[in-house]
């Protein structure tokens, strides 16, 4: 386990760059945290640091987003799921097991029966209002 702290939004893009080179395609990331703790700025800034260079909006609505980066890469968020099968209906699992890509899932506690064990696990804690705390934690 890796505890980082970020004092501004510059930081929390260089930490995005720094685990940004240790992902590899095949890997889900399961990012925790209250609402605006800041896990949409931190996935918008690993997602152009894996090589996608365009706009990149929440799934808030559609549940996820896929960009072409160096991989193709999977962006969830999962605050509007009320029953994991609605995450099961749009073939979540078939996603994670595809290793070819990188999924980067936003409220994960929301579909916690359908995570893989081997996720990377940030938990992203707000210390003030520009201060965050990334706990990154590899599965098994």
């Known amino acids: 386990m890796k505890?980082?702290?970020?004092?501004n939004t510059e930081e929390t893009k260089e930490l995005a760059k720094k685990?940004?080179?240790q992902l590899c395609a095949g890997k889900v990331v399961l990012l925790y945290g209250?609402?605006?703790?800041g896990k949409t700025t931190f996935t918008k800034a690993l997602i152009k640091e894996?090589?996608?260079?365009?706009i990149v909006t929440s799934p808030t609505f559609s549940i996820y987003n896929v960009y072409q980066a160096k991989f193709p890469v999977y962006h969830f968020d999962m605050y509007r799921i009320e029953d994991e099968?609605?995450?099961e209906e749009i073939?979540?699992?078939e996603i994670f097991e595809d290793k070819n890509s990188?999924?980067?899932?936003?409220w994960p506690e929301k579909v916690k029966d359908i995570l893989p064990e081997d996720a990377m696990n940030i938990?992203?804690?707000i210390l003030d209002e520009n201060t965050r705390e990334f706990i990154v934690e590899e599965g098994k």
């Open 50 to 54: 894996l090589g996608f260079d365009g």
């Open 91 to 93: 073939g979540i699992d």
């Open 34 to 37: 209250t609402l605006g703790a």
């Open 3 to 7: 505890n980082y702290i970020s004092h």
């Open 85 to 87: 099968s609605e995450a």
């Open 123 to 125: 938990k992203i804690n």
């Open 19 to 21: 685990l940004a080179n």
């Open 102 to 106: 990188v999924s980067i899932v936003e």
